[in-house]
């Protein structure tokens, strides 16, 4: 029952997947809020950022306050920030890896033996 159960979620991340549209011209994902996030985010810089970054809300956040303390960034209206954020949490967000890296601690240690 539980390989039944796992394939059949496989089956259905696999499918939600390929529904995904993504814009030819800028590389992100199409949705409703999309334009918004080319508008203030790719004025700057390329899409492979975001597409690259699997950050939390959280982070993101950090990162729009930084890029608007540091890198002259825009004010950005709360509701369309908001919109922002929801795309890139939904879209871009924190991913599981089970592949995770040996902790840094572990490999200095081994290097030094």
């Given at each position: 029952m539980k390989k039944i159960?796992?394939?059949?979620?496989?089956?259905?991340?696999?499918?939600?997947?390929?529904n995904l549209e993504i814009n030819p011209d800028t590389g992100l994902i199409i949705d409703p809020d999309s334009p918004l996030v080319e508008a203030n985010c790719l004025a700057c810089?390329?899409?492979?950022?975001?597409t690259n970054?699997?950050?939390?809300?959280?982070?993101?956040?950090?990162?729009?306050?930084?890029?608007?303390?540091?890198?002259g960034l825009w004010e950005i209206e709360p509701e369309d920030e908001e919109k922002?954020?929801?795309?890139?949490?939904?879209?871009?967000g924190e991913k599981y890896d089970t592949r995770r890296r040996i902790p840094l601690a572990i490999l200095l240690q081994n290097k030094t033996h």
């Amino acid at each position: 029952m539980k390989k039944i159960i796992l394939i059949l979620i496989l089956f259905l991340s696999a499918s939600w997947a390929q529904n995904l549209e993504i814009n030819p011209d800028t590389g992100l994902i199409i949705d409703p809020d999309s334009p918004l996030v080319e508008a203030n985010c790719l004025a700057c810089h390329g899409s492979n950022l975001i597409t690259n970054m699997h950050a939390s809300r959280k982070a993101w956040l950090a990162a729009i306050r930084w890029m608007q303390d540091s890198e002259g960034l825009w004010e950005i209206e709360p509701e369309d920030e908001e919109k922002i954020l929801n795309y890139l949490e939904k879209y871009y967000g924190e991913k599981y890896d089970t592949r995770r890296r040996i902790p840094l601690a572990i490999l200095l240690q081994n290097k030094t033996h």
